[in-house]
């Protein structure tokens, strides 16, 4: 058994005001236990506007990453991970989404709203693959709404990631810059083919949403001193679609049942004897909380002085 265990947990505070209002009126005892026994170490401070959000930032730096905004090659990554060593150039994760026209922005809706199949996904990839193979670009199918590009056109191209996106106006989010023209003239494409495609008609006709365009994340070449996280780092994503939806209610449960959970036995490993790491992430910013050596005053003062988890989280 490891003797250190390290918690990443992205979305534990967000900017919108509901968000903050149920965090104030949410009681996380154990958090709080937590916190007053761990040392505040490392932080990431940001904005709401950056392209990586500070939860792959954290992560991209356990990688061995540098979490250039925008530029963390986390297709590339996984091209590594599950193509026997042929991941060389640059990546990009390709996402087939739902754009919903409004009366002033276009907003990207989550792509689990598509409930896109494999068979319907695959059909998609096919017929869109030769306007790519035009630009110099290679889909491989991974997953329904997950497909891996390879491209030269990827090199040095900044992104915003999904967890920007989501539920949000494309907009100021969209790639900019000579490197993104191609690209863009390629969803302009792909939007006049999807709009009549059989597959959208047929989806259509059984209630569900087309398929209208798609979405660039995680592009750039992968660099080779790049490395597995340690075991012992794990990322919990119990808030991640409750927070993307806005669904506070529901985001509040899910982090009700962190507390009592994974909460609860990182206490235990701290009582164990474990070193603990907590990297807690909001949509700005992320900190860090360590197990430290501290002097035995500091360690009655922290006691006494216990915050309450809404103060330490909605800086984040």
């Not at 907009?171 to 003239?185: E, F, Q, S, T, V």
């Not at 119990?238 to 049942?257: H, N």
């Not at 164990?272 to 949509?283: D, I, K, N, S």
């Amino acid at each position: 058994m490891s003797d250190s265990t390290h918690l990443l947990i992205p979305f534990a505070a967000c900017s919108s005001s509901a968000s903050r209002e149920a965090l104030r009126a949410l009681p996380l005892p154990h958090l709080e236990k937590l916190l007053s026994r761990l040392t505040a170490t490392e932080t990431d401070a940001g904005d709401d506007h950056s392209l990586s959000p500070p939860h792959e930032r954290a992560l991209a730096r356990a990688y061995g990453l540098v979490p250039q905004d925008g530029l963390i090659p986390w297709a590339a990554l996984q091209a590594r991970q599950s193509r026997d060593g042929d991941e060389a150039g640059p990546w990009a994760w390709i996402t087939p989404c739902h754009w919903q026209l409004g009366t002033d922005h276009i907003t990207m809706l989550h792509p689990q709203a598509l409930q896109l199949d494999a068979a319907d996904a695959q059909a998609l990839m096919d017929a869109m693959q030769p306007f790519f193979s035009q630009d110099g670009i290679a889909l491989v199918y991974d997953a329904p709404t997950l497909w891996l590009a390879r491209g030269a056109v990827f090199e040095g191209l900044p992104t915003a990631s999904l967890d920007r996106v989501i539920g949000r106006a494309i907009g100021p989010w969209l790639p900019h810059g000579d490197p993104a023209r191609a690209l863009r003239r390629l969803q302009s494409e792909m939007q006049m083919l999807l709009y009549t495609h059989p597959v959208n008609e047929a989806r259509e006709r059984g209630g569900l949403l087309p398929v209208n365009s798609f979405w660039i994340s995680g592009a750039g070449a992968l660099p080779v001193d790049s490395r597995a996280p340690t075991p012992s780092l794990r990322v919990i994503h119990y808030l991640r679609d409750a927070a993307l939806r806005d669904d506070w209610t529901a985001w509040a449960d899910a982090w009700r049942q962190l507390d009592t959970g994974e909460c609860a036995r990182l206490l235990d490993a701290l009582d164990a004897g474990q070193r603990v790491t907590l990297t807690l992430c909001g949509e700005r910013s992320a900190q860090t909380f360590e197990t430290l050596p501290r002097s035995l005053f500091r360690q009655i003062s922290s006691k006494i002085a216990r915050q309450p988890a809404y103060s330490l989280l909605d800086p984040l």
